[in-house]
T-cell receptor
Framework: SAVISQKPSRDICQRGTSLTIQCQVDSQVTMMFWYRQQPGQSLTLIATANQGSEATYESGFVIDKFPISRPNLTFSTLTVSNMSPEDSSIYLC????????????FGPGTRLLVL | SQKIEQNSEALNIQEGKTATLTCNYTNYSPAYLQWYRQDPGRGPVFLLLIRENEKEKRKERLKVTFDTTLKQSLFHITASQPADSATYLCAVTGGGNKLTFGTGTQLKVEL
């Protein structure tokens, strides 16, 4: 199975700043996704990262706040822009076998704290 | 509205016993249901998938049942071990074919 890594693993940021999270996979994958897991909450899908085109965002998430890049089949980035304490969360990238409804394989996550 | 409910209270059991976790869903008609394990500071790890036409699925010490009439799945770990301590998440396909996760139940297996 594919090995998924994320950078950074954790960070503490000041409000108003932005953080870019990287997700690297050791093999080419078609479907990559970004999730958020707020404290005590379940995972919420932010967007599907589409290779070579704009990401597809879920309701409640917008490109200006969470810009996503997917330059190739092994790499994606998620930026959390103009951060506020409400953005404190774990951010996870995942791979899907063939669609967002299919089994997901998750990276280790990035734990973000915004002060 | 669509809901997935898992017991938010931690489940504490003794080593060697069978742990049973519950996942209830409302306003879904999922084609399948999945269970994941999540350890602190780690991403969820896929465990089992069960389809709507399957009543039961087994993998080593794990067993999942799926009752589409009751809208419920039960997740069993037999001969539980301290290493089984983790949070277990269920997930169903919802509207728009998205995978929607429950909040998880924390399992603690004590010696």
């Amino acid at each position: 199975s594919a090995v998924i890594s994320q950078k950074p693993s954790r960070d503490i940021c000041q409000r108003g700043t932005s953080l870019t999270i990287q997700c690297q996979v050791d093999s080419q994958v078609t479907m990559m996704f970004w999730y958020r897991q707020q404290p005590g909450q379940s995972l919420t899908l932010i967007a599907t990262a589409n290779q070579g085109s704009e990401a597809t965002y879920e309701s409640g998430f917008v490109i200006d706040k969470f810009p996503i890049s997917r330059p190739n089949l092994t790499f994606s980035t998620l930026t959390v822009s103009n951060m506020s304490p409400e953005d404190s969360s774990i951010y996870l990238c995942s791979l899907g076998t063939s669609g967002v409804q299919e089994t997901q394989y998750f990276g280790p996550g990035t734990r973000l704290l915004v002060l | 509205s669509q809901k997935i409910e898992q017991n938010s209270e931690a489940l504490n059991i003794q080593e060697g016993k069978t742990a049973t976790l519950t996942c209830n869903y409302t306003n879904y008609s999922p084609a399948y249901l999945q269970w994941y394990r999540q350890d602190p500071g780690r991403g969820p790890v896929f465990l089992l998938l069960i389809r709507e036409n399957e009543k039961e699925k087994r993998k080593e010490r794990l067993k999942v049942t799926f009752d589409t009439t009751l809208k419920q799945s039960l997740f069993h770990i037999t001969a539980s071990q301290p290493a089984d301590s983790a949070t277990y998440l269920c997930a169903v396909t919802g509207g728009g074919n998205k995978l929607t996760f429950g909040t998880g139940t924390q399992l603690k297996v004590e010696l």
